[in-house]
């Protein structure tokens, strides 16, 4: 396994999705965020179609009507949807620190769906995970923000859409997986913009951050998948958390945010909290190895 280049091609993929986010923020300033939403869903997916046929996999797939992929699609419109609306209606920095709790949540989810054992320690970094994510939003305290709980709500889209996505038939690959779940923005963009019913100017320069935005999303997709697919995921995974990083960086250069210091520990917790929930993965499957080879 090599776990170098996966660990590259995950800083790689958080540094793209990181700019993806930027680029949909700026854009949201003068187009409609039903539109973004709708032209984002098709232009990836278009892409991937092609990469799906390129490869000679069926694009209309039977499997696309269980409820894993129908639950999956109604928690990426919910994630993509929530998400796109927190960081344009919150600094990208606060946004994306709040959305790194999402493996934090697809741990329990998976606790309780799928069964899979939780130790009282990883519990414990649930829990300061948790504290992090309330030191950012801070409830009833005056700079709570009330538009911050649409990250929230976006990590529990995410959370259900990973999820959805282990239980997914295996006859699906990963690209038709980003056919449809790039497809069901369309619908819901057109849907929230006719709702929304607010003036849109796409002029040229909005153009290109949606096309952007588009090549960035779908660059960041493949390297993802290549990233964990490269090594041991207990190595790489706790790379994706350097899209905090990118997010601060974009956000002060570009927006010309400043994130306080509760923002700043509530991020430094959810990081060190998922961290450390990976590396006590990383040491029960290791161990889970160990006994089975003795036993065997």
Sequence with gaps: MNNTKGSLYMVVAMAAFAIEDMLIKSAAETASLGYILALFGLGGMLIFMLLAWRKGQKILHPAILTAPILIRALCEVIGRFSFALAITLTPLSSASAILQATPLIAMIGAALLFGEHVGVKRWLA????????????????????????LAVIATLGFAGRDLATRAAPPVLSNMQLGVYGFFVLIPAGIAIALYQNEPSQLNFLTSLQIIGAIIFGVAAYHALTIAMRAGDVSVIAPFRYTRLLFALALGILIFGESPDVMTLLGSLLVV?????????????????????????
Excluded: D
């Design 126 to 149: 649930v829990l300061v995970g948790f504290i992090g994510v309330l030191m950012i939003i801070r409830p009833g305290l005056a700079g709570f923000e009330a538009n911050s709980l």
């Design 272 to 296: 060190i909290s998922g961290v450390y929930t990976l590396s006590q993965t990383r040491k029960r499957v290791s161990a889970t190895v160990v006994n089975n080879l003795r036993s065997g």
